[in-house]
């Protein structure tokens, strides 16, 4: 049963006391300035804890299956053997956020600063393309500007990545994967956390927090359609929890997928932008999603608006019949990505909030256990190469 009159306390409640974190846009910190906020009870800010120097990278190549997260916490992306930790740090640019690979073993990683490109092979960063998006001072914490959610395009040639630009509207920048450089540029809706692409390329969706909707963007004539996307309606604005964050397309029929608390899951046609309304059964606030060839949602949750209604965090995996199997995690987490044979669930605990860590946590979608790994500095987005 949906708690609408509990989640209407919340939305009222965030927009008079315009909560700060996830709930509003903001400022940040200037780089070099410390950490986003204050600390979580027992935590230290990433910025001031002493480094941890990895352990010798194995020789050769990077191998098959290395996880790559982008480490929020500093500008770093680092390499992890999903085994025994972390091998190996690269610096990519100030608070890296989304990060995609390709088939060629590039990977892609929106930063404050520009699109790093990675030779995750070699573990060699050489290109930083800038934007041409005027973000402002280059800033770390949850609203810098700059990169948010990143994608390819299915044919290599076009990577797209949200840039968000602090208090206003964003844009979706498009960069030729061979020249290097930003080739279009198109607006979209205010904080672009994710950023997706159809199957056969034709569309590119950006997820926008702050504008309750995603944009559908047609990348050859570069026309958009706005689409609202508010199980819960837009009371608030920018001081609501109640926003989309990221969206997995079903690989069945190119449907959006955006889960919401815990409770409704948003199942959005593209083409006609009407969207059904499914249940969902963690009960927490939700944010990073992935969804396997398959047709399997893997959603991350937070933890609780409301401690006194709401669960605690939990990773959903949801199968194609609607049925939902729910693993409790240990903290707050972000994004999510799955091994190649769907045995294994990685979480990233960066978080946009308080409450990050620096690690994932490896779920065994088996037997329901789980174990904390070391892995980089506040990560965000993560991938199986």
């Known amino acids: 049963m949906y708690r609408s009159r509990v989640r209407a306390l919340a939305v009222l409640a965030a927009s008079v006391a315009l909560l700060a974190g996830c709930a509003q846009g903001g400022g940040g910190i200037a780089r070099g300035a410390g950490s986003s906020g204050p600390a979580p009870s027992g935590s230290t800010p990433s910025a001031n804890r002493p480094a941890t120097a990895p ?154 927090h702050d504008s309750f909707d995603v ?49 409704r899951l948003a199942v959005v046609d593209p083409r006609t932008g009407r969207t059904r309304i499914q249940p969902m059964t963690a009960d927490t606030h939700q944010h990073g999603v992935t969804v396997t060839p398959d047709g399997t949602l893997f959603v991350v949750g937070t933890g609780p608006i409301d401690p006194a209604v709401d669960r605690g965090p939990s990773l959903t995996v949801r199968r194609p019949d609607g049925s939902e199997r729910v693993y409790p995690l240990d903290g707050p987490h972000e994004d999510v990505a799955v091994s190649g044979d769907g045995r294994t669930a990685y979480v990233t605990g960066g978080f946009t909030r308080d409450g990050y860590w620096d690690g994932l946590t490896v779920v065994n979608l088996t037997d329901g256990s789980a174990r904390r790994l070391a892995a980089g500095s506040r990560p965000l987005g993560v991938a199986v190469l």
């Not at 280059?138 to 968000?164: H, Q």
């Open 55 to 208: 352990a010798p990278a194995p020789a050769g190549t990077t191998p098959a299956g290395t996880l790559l997260v982008a480490d929020f916490g500093a500008d770093t992306v680092t390499f992890v053997d999903p085994a025994h930790g972390p091998f190996a740090s690269l610096q990519v640019g100030t608070a890296p956020y989304g990060l995609v690979v390709g088939a060629d073993g590039r990977a892609w990683v929106a930063t404050a600063e520009g699109v790093a490109v990675v030779d995750t092979r070699t573990r060699t960063r050489f290109a930083l393309v800038p934007y041409r998006t005027a973000t402002g001072p280059v800033t770390t914490g949850e609203y810098r500007g700059g990169g948010m959610g990143i994608a390819l395009a299915p044919d290599g040639r076009r990577v797209y990545v949200g840039v968000n630009v602090p208090g206003g509207n964003g844009a979706l920048e498009v960069v030729d994967t061979t020249a290097l450089q930003v080739v279009d540029r198109v607006p979209v809706g205010r904080r672009p956390f994710d950023v997706d692409v159809s199957r056969d390329g034709s569309e590119v969706y950006t997820t926008n």
């Open 215 to 263: 944009t559908v963007v047609d990348p050859g004539t570069l026309k958009t359609r706005r689409i609202e996307v508010a199980p819960y309606g837009t009371e608030g604005g920018l001081g609501s929890w109640l926003k989309p964050h990221y969206t997995a397309v079903r690989p069945s029929d190119g449907r959006l997928l955006l889960p919401f608390e815990g409770e």
